[in-house]
């Protein structure tokens, strides 16, 4: 690439981690640039340094126990790092505008959407304010989101998260930056909902000519996106090269460890029944939320049957009804009516008085790791914790508590442990101990995974289906990720506004879905055509 062509040129750039950290360098003398209208993707899993640096990019390691100690960033010639505080103000927005991962976070909720981009407007423009609203809806419309001037009026609650990230996009937009650094800003988001933002994005960024520095860890969205990559491990970059390349072609150990971990676009077998007992039968299922005049319901008539061994998957966007399904179904939140059998027992009969006997026979994984974990408990108590309360005796107990964070990968060491001193796929397999520690019969997965790097992902999903195996386990398994359910679901229910659309074995969905929702949901699969290059590239090897 010539020097006139380039946008951006990081040079060497080294940010020391504090003293107490577990290696010396967040990021280690990294070189990269970006063009005018180019989009690189720098990929790596959490702890890689990627995110870290977009931040230095930006200026945003100063209230952080970060501190960039060498290395140059050059933006149209400028070095960055000797930018003083009210220079890099005047930049962020007008020339470099970043888009963050979380919306929520990322929008004031005290003030309505239209509002905090006026204000970006007001301070850097000398339009008049009846000219910055006109801007801002035309805005809006550019970025496809309906009825601008309800938004417009919205607090960041009162819309959807793909509608909050497009408000994200605009603030980002809203003063035709040469440079933008989106932080990955689609991880959160349900399939289509992402694939309609990726298509939005190329399309802006090619439309207005601006350099696109996208962060990620999913070499799916890579494949839909990227013109050039980055692969970074542990503060290094590893490799980098033209997106094709690196996607068919990978060099290095760690990108071709992150792209076999991407979950295949390929169903697996047709699970061979043997035993038909019913071990989970949902009948008729119903939950509505509000009185009469308000009433919306968020799961209508949902039924199914579950075996031995069995898992079925309950895929749909947000809103869909499927996590309020999977809560309903444990009992967490009170059905409005149907009929949760468990074993051949009305479990959703019971009076709450005598559900404690039966809860040891359904168990669920959380998706978030984080918060599902009581911080103040060692990872010990939080495993033996139920066996106890069922009459277990503790040392019975704590010893089932080793012998189980054995089996999911983790040292027994870690019983006398804090969940705050393992990673969040550490923590995952914590929560699937805990689950298994009162021996389930069946057990619900809420986007048990949906939170985690891919090579994560993948070490966990293996390990539920191991398990699934071992103990003969039926599983419900929510996700939105139809990649992830080819990988562990016999059977796959698609579930639309509180409703099942559309219910069979995974390979007969995938290979003939006969619901427009369901084709829908896997057209916007990311990468889906690079995976089936992929595929036959294998088969001819």
Same mark, same amino acid.
């Given at each position: ?7 951006? &040129? +990081?040079?060497? !750039?080294?940010?020391? #981690?504090? %003293?107490?950290? *577990? @290696? ?6 990294? $070189? ?39 290395? &140059? +960033?050059?933006? !149209?010639?400028?070095? #960055?790092? %000797?930018?003083? *505080? @009210? ?6 927005? $007008? ?40 801007? +801002?809806?035309? !805005? ?402």
């Amino acid at each position: 690439m010539n020097s006139s062509d380039r946008l951006l &040129e +990081i040079r060497n !750039l080294t940010v020391d #981690l504090p %003293k107490t950290a *577990d @290696r010396k360098y967040a990021v280690e003398n990294v $070189s990269l640039d970006i063009g005018h209208n180019e989009v690189l993707c720098l990929v790596g899993e959490s702890g890689s340094g990627k995110s870290i640096t977009g931040r230095a990019v930006m200026g945003l390691l100063g209230r952080t126990k970060l501190r960039v100690s060498s290395g &140059e +960033i050059n933006f !149209l010639g400028e070095n #960055l790092l %000797k930018a003083s *505080d @009210r220079r890099m103000r005047a930049l962020r927005g $007008s020339q470099i505008a970043m888009v963050f991962q979380e919306p929520m976070t990322a929008l004031n909720p005290l003030m309505t959407m239209g509002r905090q981009l006026d204000e970006l407007l007001k301070i850097h423009t000398k339009l008049e304010r009846a000219q910055r609203k006109i801007r +801002i809806l035309e !805005l809006f419309r550019d970025v496809h989101l309906p009825d601008p001037e309800r938004i417009y009026v919205s607090y960041p609650h009162e819309v959807s998260g793909g509608q909050r990230q497009r408000v994200v996009i605009s603030m980002a937009l809203i003063l035709d930056p040469q440079l933008i650094i989106a932080d990955e800003p689609t991880t959160a988001l349900d399939v289509t909902t992402q694939a309609q933002i990726l298509k939005l994005m190329k399309n802006l960024q090619s439309v207005r000519q601006t350099g696109l520095l996208f962060v990620t860890h999913d070499f799916g969205v890579v494949a839909e996106i990227a013109d050039r990559v980055a692969v970074m491990q542990r503060g290094c970059l590893v490799e980098a090269g033209d997106a094709q390349e690196v996607l068919n072609n990978p060099r290095h150990p760690y990108t071709q460890a992150l792209i076999r971990a991407v979950p295949r676009f390929a169903p697996r077998a047709k699970l061979e029944i043997t035993n038909y007992e019913s071990v989970l039968s949902v009948k008729s299922l119903d939950k509505v939320y509000g009185g009469s005049t308000r009433a919306v319901a968020a799961v209508k008539k949902v039924s199914f049957d579950l075996r031995k061994g069995e898992t079925i998957g309950i895929v749909g966007e947000s809103g869909s009804g499927k996590s309020t399904l999977a809560r309903c179904i444990i009992r967490l939140i009170e059905p409005t009516g149907g009929q949760v059998m468990l074993k051949g027992i009305d479990f959703s009969g019971l009076p709450r008085k005598e559900l404690a006997p039966h809860r040891k026979t359904i168990q669920m994984v959380f998706q978030d790791p984080y918060s599902s974990l009581n911080p103040r408990l060692t990872v010990g108590q939080l495993v033996a914790q139920g066996p106890i309360v069922q009459g277990i005796s503790k040392t019975e107990a704590f010893d089932l508590a080793g012998q189980l964070l054995t089996l999911v990968g983790l040292d027994r060491n870690a019983i006398n442990r804090y969940p705050h001193e393992f990673s969040g796929g550490q923590r995952q397999r914590i929560g699937i101990a805990r689950a298994l520690a009162m021996r389930p019969a069946v057990l619900v997965a809420d986007e048990p995974v949906s939170a985690l790097d891919v090579s994560v992902q993948a070490q966990v999903l293996a390990l539920l289906d191991d398990i699934r195996k071992q103990f003969d386990l039926a599983m419900v398994f929510i996700t939105h990720d139809l990649r992830v359910a080819a990988q562990i679901c016999d059977r796959i229910a698609v579930m639309k506004f509180g409703e099942v659309v559309e219910e069979g074995p995974t390979a007969d969905v995938f290979a003939s879905p006969s619901h427009s929702y369901t084709r829908s949901l896997l057209d916007a699969v990311p990468g889906k055509s690079w995976e089936r290059q992929r595929a036959l590239n294998e088969q001819r090897a």
